[in-house]
Nanobody, 124 residues
Framework: QAHLVESGGGLVQAGGSLRLSCTSLGRPLFSYGMGWFRQAPGQEREFVAAISGSGGYSTYYTDSVKGRFTISRANDKNTIYLEMNSLKPEDTAVYYC????????????????WGQGTQVTVSS
């Protein structure tokens, strides 16, 4: 069973940067596709970014973060990262990671129950 722990969130001004981390305390992650999702207050959880578990580690992003966010993985550390630059107030949300499956490139689905997440707050 994978137990994923997110960290790295915080309060940052618009235009600033944060790096989120997602570490597995159980199952090794190196063979799994991994994704980041976020949920803003009063809104549904939405997909942010994903990275495949093999085949060149392809990456996928929702349109609103393309060019600003970068997902990466460090298999030796059993950790996934989300580098977030040029942050905007609309990026404010709780960010969650999950093991994902790729139904299609446009349909990336979480597979585990959600963890605690990490809060990102961007002030204007």
């Amino acid at each position: 069973q994978a137990h994923l722990v997110e960290s790295g969130g915080g309060l940052v001004q618009a235009g600033g940067s944060l790096r989120l981390s997602c570490t597995s305390l159980g199952r090794p992650l190196f063979s799994y596709g991994m994704g980041w999702f976020r949920q803003a207050p009063g809104q549904e959880r939405e997909f942010v970014a994903a990275i495949s578990g093999s085949g060149g580690y392809s990456t996928y992003y929702t349109d609103s973060v393309k060019g600003r966010f970068t997902i990466s993985r460090a298999n030796d550390k059993n950790t996934i990262y989300l580098e977030m630059n040029s942050l905007k107030p609309e990026d404010t949300a709780v960010y969650y990671c999950n093991i994902v499956v790729f139904a299609t490139a446009a349909d990336i689905r979480p597979t585990l129950a959600w963890g605690q997440g990490t809060q990102v707050t961007v002030s204007s």
